[in-house]
DNA sequence: GTTAGGG
DNA sequence: CCCTAAC
C-alpha cells in the first residue's frame, strides 16, 4: 500500500580502509597496533574501546538510539519484534543498559600490554599461527619496519617472518531507503563493515596462486618457508558468504522495517607479502582468540543519482599485527530503541477512561484493563504517556504537538490529575503533619 | 515485577 | 521512550 521508499547505493570515497589509527600500546618505530571505535558521535575513533564482534550475536542493531538502521540476527527477539513485542518488559529488563553496554564493551577493548599483543609479523612456528577466524581479532598495523628487535637465537631456519604491506577487504553494497538519515546510513555502512570483518570473513591463504585450504599443515609442509622464494604468498579476506543479507529496522520517520541488505561483492585481494624472513616469536599467544578488528570506514555520504557503492578498499600498511580479544565470543551487540509509536486519540481515550476508573499510580491494572491487547504498550509507556497528557494539558493548544487530542479529554485528564494530586496531598500531611 | 520520576 | 532507584 505505502510506497516504498527508493533505495541508493551509497558511494564511499576510496579512502583507505584503515586510516586514522593510532598508537594502542608499545611499540617501536613507527609500527603501532591501532583499534578504531567511534565516539559519542558515531563517529570512528581510534585508540578507543573497540566494540567487539560476538559470536553469539544474538541481535543487532543501531548504538544509536534514534532510529538507526538496525538488524538483529537473534530469532527470538526477532520473533518478538514481529509479533507486536509480546512481553515487551521482559525483554526489556533483559537488555544491556548503557552501563552494561559499556562494561562489555570495554571487555572487548584493546589493551596495548596485556591483552594487545603484537604478533609482529614473526611466527613462532607453524602450528603457532593458527588463526582461527572465528576466534581471533586481526588488526591492521601500519608498521615502517619489519626488523626483528630480538630475534630467536636457532630458531632462525624454523620460523618465518611475514610482512604484509597491503590489504583489501571486499567491497560492499550498501542498501538503504532514500528517507534514511545520513547518520542511519552511517550506522548500515558501520553495520555492514562489523558484520563483514566479525563473522563475514574469514582469511585465505595464497601461495603462488594456489589457495591453501589445509589448515592443519605446517608452513613448511605448505612450501610457506623460510627460503624467501613465495614472493607470491598472499592472505585474502574472503567473504564467508558470498552475500548477506541484514534485516533491518529504520525506526526512524515511520520507516519500519525496510529490508536493507548488503551485498559482499565475492572479489577478493590478496595482501603482498614481502619475501620470508627468519624471525621469532614470544610464544604464548596461541590460546588467544581474535576476530577482525574494527577499521576505519571514511565512506562519503553523497547519494548519486544512480547505483553506486560504498567501497571499503584498502589499507596501506605495510604490516600485519594480530591483537587477541580476551572476550571469548566478544561481539558487539547493540540496543535499539523502540520505535516510536504516538498514542491514537481512541488509545487516550481508553487510558483517561481507565485512569479515571483506577486513578494514578495502578499502571500495571490501567494496562490490564485498558491496554491487555496492545502488546506493545507497556504500563510503564501508559505511565509515561499520562505523564505527558498531563503536560500537553497544561501547555496552550499552539504548543501542542502531533495529532490533536480533543480537549475534553484534556479536561478529563487535567480533572483526574488535580483530583489524585489533591489526595495525595492529603495522605501527605497525614503523614507528615500528626 | 511494579512504581515513580528524572533523562 | 529510556533508565533505574526503590520497593
Not at 561483492?265 to 574494527?294: E, K, M, Y
Not at 547505483?307 to 571499503?312: G, K, N
Not at 494539558?393 to 494530586?421: K, M, T
Request: hydrophobic share 30%.
Amino acid at each position: 500500500m505505502d510506497c516504498k521508499p527508493p533505495h541508493y547505493f551509497c558511494s564511499g570515497s576510496k579512502t583507505s580502509l584503515f586510516k586514522d589509527w593510532t598508537t594502542l600500546g608499545p611499540s617501536r618505530r613507527s609500527d603501532t597496533i591501532e583499534t578504531v571505535s567511534r565516539d559519542d558521535n558515531g563517529n570512528y575513533m581510534a585508540d578507543q574501546r573497540i566494540k567487539n564482534l560476538s559470536s553469539s550475536r544474538r541481535w543487532r542493531v543501531s548504538p544509536n538510539l534514534n532510529g538507526g538502521a538496525s538488524f538483529r540476527n537473534d530469532g527470538k527477539r526477532r520473533k518478538i519484534f514481529h509479533d507486536g513485542r509480546t512481553s515487551y518488559s521482559r525483554q526489556r529488563s533483559k537488555r544491556i543498559s548503557p552501563l552494561k553496554r559499556r562494561d562489555f564493551f570495554n571487555q572487548c577493548r584493546f589493551s596495548g600490554s596485556d591483552r594487545g599483543f603484537q604478533l609482529d609479523d614473526r611466527f613462532n612456528s607453524a602450528a603457532d599461527k593458527r588463526v582461527d577466524d572465528d576466534n581471533y581479532c586481526a588488526a591492521i598495523r601500519v608498521a615502517s619496519s619489519v626488523a626483528s628487535p630480538h630475534p630467536h637465537p636457532g630458531s632462525r631456519d624454523r620460523n618465518v617472518k611475514l610482512r604484509i604491506k597491503s590489504f583489501k577487504v571486499p567491497e560492499l553494497l550498501v542498501e538503504i531507503p532514500t528517507t534514511a538519515t545520513v547518520g542511519s546510513l552511517k550506522r548500515s555502512v558501520m553495520e555492514a563493515v562489523t558484520t563483514v570483518l566479525g563473522d563475514g570473513l574469514h582469511v585465505g591463504i595464497l601461495l603462488q596462486g594456489k589457495k591453501v585450504r589445509d589448515d592443519s599443515k605446517t608452513l613448511i609442509q605448505t612450501g610457506i618457508s623460510r627460503d624467501g622464494k613465495h614472493r607470491n604468498l598472499g592472505f585474502m579476506l574472503e567473504p564467508r558468504h558470498a552475500q548477506i543479507k541484514l534485516p533491518r529496522c529504520l525506526g526512524e520517520q515511520g520507516i519500519t522495517s525496510h529490508a536493507t541488505s548488503f551485498t559482499l561483492d565475492p572479489r577478493t585481494s590478496s595482501i603482498s607479502l614481502d619475501p620470508p624472513v627468519a624471525g621469532c616469536i614470544n610464544g604464548a599467544q596461541r590460546d588467544h582468540h581474535l576476530v577482525p578488528s574494527l577499521p576505519n570506514i571514511s565512506a562519503s555520504t553523497t547519494l548519486p543519482n544512480s547505483q553506486s557503492r560504498v567501497s571499503v578498499p584498502a589499507i596501506s600498511g605495510e604490516a600485519l599485527a594480530v591483537v587477541p580479544i580476551h572476550h571469548r565470543a566478544g561481539r558487539r551487540e547493540f540496543v535499539q530503541r523502540r520505535i516510536r509509536r504516538p498514542f491514537s486519540v481512541s488509545e487516550v481515550e481508553a487510558l483517561v477512561q481507565a485512569v479515571e476508573k483506577l486513578g494514578t499510580g495502578r499502571w500495571r491494572d490501567v494496562k490490564l484493563r485498558a491496554f491487555d491487547n496492545a502488546k506493545h504498550r507497556t504500563y510503564v509507556d501508559l505511565k509515561d504517556k499520562w505523564k505527558t497528557l498531563v503536560h500537553t494539558a497544561r501547555i496552550s493548544p499552539q504548543q501542542r504537538r502531533g495529532e490533536p487530542v480533543p480537549q475534553e479529554l484534556l479536561d478529563r485528564v487535567l480533572a483526574v490529575h488535580a483530583y489524585r494530586s489533591q489526595q495525595q496531598a492529603k495522605q501527605q500531611q497525614l503523614k507528615s503533619g500528626v
